[in-house]
């Protein structure tokens, strides 16, 4: 062997070793407990990308599906999406207006990827909840007057967040089932609910309709093992369900936190049917969660109203999990945030933060620090 490949073989072994050696540390497993997701990570520096202030707002969430960055807006102004080039990041262009019309909606609710391969995302309308639509990124940017297609309706009011497993059932979750998850046939018929909301047991006194509002959660999606990630939103709680068997199955629950909360029910209000009040000690959940088929980032703000006010709605802590539900590494981003959204490759994590009034998109390299 000459000494041009004996230096290219051993950079090679160096870089496997290195890897190696990152994966291991990452997979070495920190003991689950609030004390836990308190704790500050390693540090990140921001990278602020260059995006037009006009495309932006605290958006709903943010969506890398393949080379495209997604903005998605609770305003339509005038779209209620925004789409760049996650590298070059060139604006491509914007869609789905506000109104009554055709392709129009009078809102759109948490928007999910359909599918990473097909670069489709998929939104439940705000009518009255339950209107499931994709769009194909790549041809809402092509075609003139593209329309998003409405995928079905589904048989329940009032879902929230709803994704699609790989057999193509609905997954959604409720503002007033009684179960956690409920999931639908792929024609969006047939409801079938799964699994009790935390520590349902242990507040059997109030009404199983309230949980839904109470115990709100973010999704993720694991595409290659078919697994869904569920994590609360105002208290410290997660799950992650598998549907490779003929029923969803429990791959790990771990409930930190119990709400603290009043059923607004009792005063007879007929606008609060589903509303709740968190008392101000009540602590806060997750802000935000992404996912690649490796690890889940959940951001965390382990705040209560009482000694923080808006300020718990907002954070820099990152906690990484693996797909059996447990923590592998904590984050520390440089800016508080309430929105993460990480790529498919885990190089990058992306974030809209305000700073001295003005909204901007930056981005964490995960590789600079992991590797």
Not at 8 to 21: Q, W
Not at 25 to 52: M, P, T, W, Y
Not at 280 to 304: H, R, W
Not at 323 to 352: A, C, F, M, N, P
Request: glycine share 8%.
């Amino acid at each position: 062997m000459n000494s041009s490949n004996l230096i290219k073989t051993l950079c090679v072994l160096i870089v496997l070793t290195s890897l190696s050696c990152t994966r291991g540390q990452r997979e070495a497993k920190i003991e689950i407990s609030l004390e836990a997701l308190e704790v500050e990570g390693r540090f990140f520096n921001a990278e602020a990308l260059d995006i037009s202030e006009e495309h932006l707002m605290m958006a709903f969430n943010l969506l890398v599906v393949g080379d495209k960055l997604v903005i998605c807006k609770p305003f339509a102004q005038p779209n209620y999406f925004e789409v760049y080039n996650v590298k070059s990041l060139k604006y491509l262009g914007g869609f789905i207006k506000q109104g009554g019309g055709p392709g129009e909606f009078a809102g759109v609710l948490r928007s999910t990827i359909a599918s990473q391969k097909e670069h489709r995302v998929g939104f439940i309308a705000k009518d009255m909840g339950r209107s499931y639509y994709e769009f194909d990124i790549d041809s809402a940017l092509k075609e003139q007057g593209y329309l998003t297609k409405e995928i079905a309706e589904l048989d329940v009011f009032g879902l929230n967040r709803t994704e699609r497993n790989n057999q193509g059932e609905f997954v959604s979750l409720s503002l007033s089932s009684p179960n956690r998850i409920v999931v639908f046939d792929r024609e969006g018929q047939n409801p079938r609910g799964y699994f009790k909301y935390p520590f349902q047991d242990e507040q059997s006194e109030i009404r199983t309709e309230a949980f839904g509002m109470a115990y709100q959660a973010f999704t993720v999606r694991n595409f290659s093992d078919n697994r869904l990630g569920v994590f609360t939103m105002n208290m410290p709680n997660w799950d992650i369900i598998s549907f490779n068997q003929p029923e969803p199955e429990l791959v790990a629950s771990h409930h930190l936190g119990m709400g603290q909360f009043k059923d607004l029910s009792e005063i007879k209000e007929k606008s609060r049917t589903y509303g709740v009040a968190y008392s101000p000690q009540n602590k806060e959940g997750f802000l935000d969660v992404t996912a690649n088929d490796e690890y889940i980032y959940a951001l965390y703000s382990g705040k209560n109203f009482e000694g923080h006010g808006d300020d718990k709605d907002f954070s820099k802590k990152v906690v990484v999990l693996n797909w059996e539900g447990e923590i592998v590494d904590r984050l520390l981003l440089e800016h508080d945030t309430k929105i993460i959204s990480v790529d498919q490759e885990g190089r990058y994590l992306y974030s809209i933060v305000e700073q001295l009034n003005k909204i901007e998109v930056v981005r964490y390299n995960l590789k600079s620090v992991i590797d």
